[in-house]
T-cell receptor, first 111, second 112 residues
Framework: GQQVMQIPQYQHVQEGEDFTTYCNSSTTLSNIQWYKQRPGGHPVFLIQLVKSGEVKKQKRLTFQFGEAKKNSSLHITATQTTDVGTYFCADPTSGTYKYIFGTGTRLKVLA | DAGVIQSPRHEVTEMGQEVTLRCKPISGHNSLFWYRQTMMRGLELLIYFNNNVPIDDSGMPEDRFSAKMPNASFSTLKIQPSEPRDSAVYFC??????????FGQGTRLTVV
């Protein structure tokens, strides 16, 4: 069945270092979404990418959709302690609108 | 709007008991999802409703799990009988078509 894998599973960085998480799908995606879940919280929507090769930025966060629309990445520049949490990519599965979430990358930022 | 509302926030029950989790989606959202989150299995989609109709329940782990959506403003997820391995955080989410999913605060279920 459809799978969305993320790497790495865990990442510890020193505050100020950069961080990247990668999302890979076994099928071609119509679009992809990214969510952040703070410790003890619930997933919160960050962004949606639709076009092949699309790049979007939100302050220190850069999101990219692969040319083949089978992978995506989230890059955080100069991490801060507020970036701590788990980052999920999600496939909204256009047509059925059944949101399949990736395995997640848990980020810990050491001050 | 107050967002997606789930109750209870925490539930501790004994093995074999029936557990009912409740969800009120955001008004106007036509899709509703139930997810289960554990350390081992991550965020699993259990069942998905569209316009109150169950569309895909392939993620429901066993017959012990059932979900209903009697109207557009209410859904339940029931586990009967509950088992310790059902311990997890259960999230309800709702979405207007083709946009983001809005999650509730979740219900932390502990079965002892």
């Amino acid at each position: 069945g459809q799978q969305v894998m993320q790497i790495p599973q865990y990442q510890h960085v020193q505050e100020g270092e950069d961080f990247t998480t990668y999302c890979n799908s076994s099928t071609t995606l119509s679009n992809i979404q990214w969510y952040k879940q703070r410790p003890g919280g619930h997933p919160v929507f960050l962004i949606q990418l639709v076009k092949s090769g699309e790049v979007k930025k939100q302050k220190r966060l850069t999101f990219q959709f692969g040319e083949a629309k089978k992978n995506s990445s989230l890059h955080i520049t100069a991490t801060q302690t507020t970036d701590v949490g788990t980052y999920f990519c999600a496939d909204p599965t256009s047509g059925t609108y059944k949101y399949i979430f990736g395995t997640g990358t848990r980020l810990k930022v050491l001050a | 709007d107050a967002g997606v509302i789930q109750s209870p926030r925490h539930e501790v029950t004994e093995m074999g008991q029936e557990v009912t989790l409740r969800c009120k989606p955001i008004s106007g959202h036509n899709s509703l999802f139930w997810y289960r989150q554990t350390m081992m299995r991550g965020l699993e989609l259990l069942i998905y409703f569209n316009n109150n109709v169950p569309i895909d329940d392939s993620g429901m782990p066993e017959d012990r799990f059932s979900a209903k959506m009697p109207n557009a403003s209410f859904s339940t997820l029931k586990i009967q009988p509950s088992e310790p391995r059902d311990s997890a955080v259960y999230f309800c989410a709702s979405s207007p078509r083709n946009t983001e999913a809005f999650f509730g605060q979740g219900t932390r279920l502990t079965v002892v």
